[in-house]
């Protein structure tokens, strides 16, 4: 398949073969025999250096059991470009990173008007990443390509507004397919409703990821379990 859609694409456009694909925007490709691991190793290197975190000490966790940030924080405040800047390239290493994914949505609340919390935040995850600078994804080669999903929620979990945040993670065989981690848009009533909210957007997740796989010819015959 992939031959003749380059050869459709060669008679098209001038195009020049370089081989399999090593490196894309950041993102490294290590083509295994097992499968294909994709990192962003060079990419946290060069964020480590630009914030100045290249000699800080690694830590094991991303954020402390039980910590709560509020936008009325009266710490003194930070550079709001500066704060802007660490964060953005955090969200960009979230592509290859699904460990780091609530920590970065959790900062990435208060770009607006941070505080030095904010910010010990923030440098905390760079931390973390400083300790886990090879891992990365593999995409194993495997004939199972049933779509599985895993879903759950915090409840009231901002402060600020008493909004929950909905987590799901999708795997095709042992492979994660798709990530997500993002505040509710309503305030629930209770840890039941939190999570019947949180299922309600894997579900519809699912549904689209069936559509799209099918579209790919890899169609799902039995239901997809949540």
Known sequence: ????????????????DIGLMAYYLGIEVNQREDGSFISQAGYV????????????????TLIKCGVKLSKHDE??????TFFKSLVGSLRYL???????????GLVSRYMED??????KIA?????????????????????HFKLEGYSDSD???DIDDRKSTTGFVFFMGDTTFAW?????????????EAEYVAATSSVCHAVWLRNLLNELSLPQEEATKI
Not at 75 to 80: A, C, G, I, M, R
């Open 180 to 192: 997500m981690s993002k505040k509710q848009p309503i305030v629930t009533l209770s840890t039941c």
């Open 1 to 16: 398949m992939f031959r003749e859609f380059k050869e459709a694409m060669t008679k098209e456009f001038e195009m020049t």
């Open 94 to 104: 979230t592509c290859t990173r699904p460990d780091i994914l609530y920590a970065v």
């Open 123 to 143: 440098k905390r995850i760079l931390c973390y990443i400083k300790g886990t600078i090879d891992f990365g994804l593999l995409y194993s080669t495997s004939n």
């Open 75 to 80: 710490e003194e405040k930070v550079d709001p």
């Open 155 to 157: 409840w009231g979990g």
């Open 45 to 60: 290197r060069e964020i480590l250096k630009k914030f100045k975190m290249d000699n800080s000490k690694s830590i094991n």
């Open 114 to 119: 941070p505080t030095t919390t904010h910010l």
